[in-house]
């Protein structure tokens, strides 16, 4: 009897020890980054939550600071055709940049690790262009939502045009 006593006390201790931890741990996502960098973990831009990280951080950032001027966006090179569709249609408003825009809103990086979510945002203001980090909060089986945005105010280059359309342009051989 005694034997099962212990048996079943440690269960039940595991059992509460679960309880605790598991909430803490983050999600089942793993860590990404789109575009990625030298030893950090690839991404795949088309698969859930990239694009709508995308479209939800240039949607937050554009209302945080960009008043009342057009959403032009642009998003990282190599971000595939249907990445662009979903994000613009994610966004409801604005329209892809192309070449000869002045005043793009450029998704440089997504960050994705676990619950937790960072996209840096490069946007136009009074002639310049800055850096700008959207924070999201989320969980597996859950969207991810914005809960910062956090002002660099540091002066970057302007962004190409990275619009598929404008990158089929460029390889065009000059007629």
């Not at 212990?6 to 269960?11: A, E, N």
């Not at 996502?29 to 859930?48: H, I, N, W």
């Not at 613009?88 to 997504?110: E, F, H, S």
């Not at 859950?142 to 359309?165: A, G, R």
């Amino acid at each position: 009897m005694r034997k099962h006593t212990v048996i079943f006390g440690s269960c039940l201790a595991l059992t509460c020890a679960s309880a605790v931890i598991l909430p803490i741990a983050p999600g089942c996502m793993s860590t990404m980054t789109y575009p990625e960098y030298s030893g950090a973990p690839k991404a795949d831009p088309s698969l859930q939550p990239m694009p709508n990280l995308m479209a939800d951080s240039l949607k937050f950032a554009h209302q945080q600071v960009g008043g009342a001027t057009e959403l032009i966006y642009n998003l990282p090179p190599t971000t595939p055709v249907q990445v662009w569709q979903g994000v613009g249609k994610r966004l409801g408003v604005g329209r892809p940049m192309v070449a000869g825009d002045a005043q793009a809103w450029t998704v440089r990086q997504v960050r994705l690790n676990g619950g937790r979510a960072e996209v840096d945002v490069v946007y136009p203001t009074e002639g310049i262009y800055q850096l700008a980090t959207v924070h999201f909060t989320g969980s597996t089986g859950q969207s991810f939502y914005p809960t910062m945005l956090q002002l660099w105010l540091v002066p970057t280059d302007t962004p190409p045009c990275n619009s598929p359309q404008a990158v089929l342009d460029q390889s065009k051989p000059a007629v």
